[in-house]
């Protein structure tokens, strides 16, 4: 028994099961526990007898892992799912992290927006266009006949 083939197809179970390729990875952990099965028979060591029943029980905890996977992506494919009891598949199942589609919007005229009636009240009293001071907005220069004497 190599013992380096059996590390070789533990890292290639793991390398399929983080690629997403989970047949390939199963048969992988299948193939290695049965390597450390027949590995452990011919070990007489107690102590090292010991720590590959350690591994491979860890390597049986990923294989399950894998299967748990497995069996959940199984779980999408079908129609409903069996671990949900009768009386939630009634109403459909709402995650509150995912908003609601939206709402569609009401395509209506915009109301109409009453103006004020400008002829009725002016806003400002018009002048005559030249006040007291002169023309608005103008300024015009005091001649030195204009000034006050003091």
Known sequence: MNLAEICDNAKKGREYALLGNYDSSMVYYQGVMQQIQRHCQSVRDPAIKGK????????????????????????????????????????????????????????????????????VRPLRKEMAGVGARGPVGRAHPISKSEKPST
């Open 52 to 119: 590959w029943q350690q591994v491979r029980q860890e390597l049986l905890e990923e294989y399950e892992q894998v299967k748990s996977i497995v069996s959940t992506l199984e779980s999408f494919k079908i129609d409903k799912p069996p671990d949900f009891p009768v009386s939630c598949q009634d109403e459909p199942f709402r995650d509150p992290a995912v908003w609601p589609p939206p709402v569609p919007a009401e395509h209506r005229a915009p109301p109409q927006i009453r103006r004020p009636n400008r002829e």
